[in-house]
């Protein structure tokens, strides 16, 4: 906290009284009023470790998203590396971001899910006090501003990169929105890709995509793609079945945010094990 905001506290807890930015109107968004109140809780904000940031910071990798007629499929393999340790095998990047939307993140791990769950609240803070929910575009936007309040941190090694997906009520359909490290937001479509893997996941997409997919064939085809990123890069895990670990993979529609069960996408991910031990390059898309 500011040596400012350390005084108005402590008067604050001398008279019993809550400081005097929560009763102000002001801003409807969370993240600026976290800045004005306690700005070194925000993600980034905090103190770097006196050396540089290395290896043995948990990064994860890689998440896919495809879009079908009435929402949109978000997928992100559980893997998190530290260098050439795996740091953490069952780690989740998919989240609920709302109702209408999911986010997910590559990247520094830490920051990421801190990002997140100070998004998830962003939204709730606005929707409480609005009256309504952010649309489509207005959830991006802010994310954005999030992403850009960690570009210092990005630029010493500490960057974080997501991908938001969400049901846009008035089209009837998912929209899908990209980041870079400085903020810039770039709406994606049909699928989308982020993270190490992303070269190899997104190139799959491109075979396996059509336009007329059912949310089923969207999440087979998001764990089609996790599985060809996972065969080229050693940062991305792939379906652990001895383990039972599976991909996390969400569907956001006019129903909702979805999270598919655990026995659902076990079930998808043993077919697509099955099958790569007769053609282990995976399905291939027709020529003509």
Do not use: W
Not at 34 to 57: H, Q
Not at 86 to 91: K, N, P, T, Y
Not at 118 to 147: D, I, P
Not at 225 to 247: V, W
């Amino acid at each position: 906290m500011t040596e400012e905001g350390s005084r108005v506290a402590a008067h604050d807890s001398q008279t019993g009284r809550l400081p005097g930015l929560f009763s102000s109107p002001g801003t409807s968004s969370f993240t600026e009023f976290l800045g004005a109140y306690s700005p070194e809780t925000l993600p980034g904000r905090g103190t770097l470790p006196a050396s540089s940031p290395g290896d043995d910071i948990p990064h994860g990798t890689t998440i896919v998203a495809v879009g079908f007629p009435g929402g949109v499929v978000m997928a992100g393999d559980r893997r998190a590396t530290a260098g050439n340790v795996i740091a953490q095998r069952d780690i989740e990047k998919v989240f609920r971001a709302d109702e209408f939307s999911a986010i997910a993140i590559a990247g520094t791990a830490g920051i990421g899910i801190e990002m997140v769950r100070l998004f998830q609240v962003e939204l709730e803070h606005y929707e409480k006090r609005e009256g309504r929910t952010l649309s489509v575009e207005g959830k991006a936007n802010r994310l954005a501003t999030m992403v850009r309040q960690n570009l210092g941190m990005a630029m010493q090694g500490l960057a974080v990169v997501p991908l938001f997906a969400g049901y846009d009520e008035e089209r009837d359909t998912g929209r899908i929105f990209s980041y870079d490290p400085a903020g810039g937001r770039y709406e994606e479509r049909d699928f989308y890709s982020i993270g190490s893997g992303s070269v190899f996941a997104r190139g799959s997409l491109k075979k396996l995509y059509r336009s007329d997919l059912s949310v089923d064939d969207a999440a087979l085809v998001c764990v089609q793609a996790l599985y060809d990123a996972a065969d080229d890069d050693s940062a991305t895990g792939g379906p652990d079945l001895a383990r039972g670990i599976f991909p996390v993979v969400a569907a956001v529609t006019s129903d909702g945010y979805r999270r598919l069960a655990d026995d659902e996408v076990g079930a998808v991910a043993r077919s697509v094990v099955e099958e790569r031990y007769d053609s282990p390059g995976g399905p291939t898309a027709p020529l003509r």
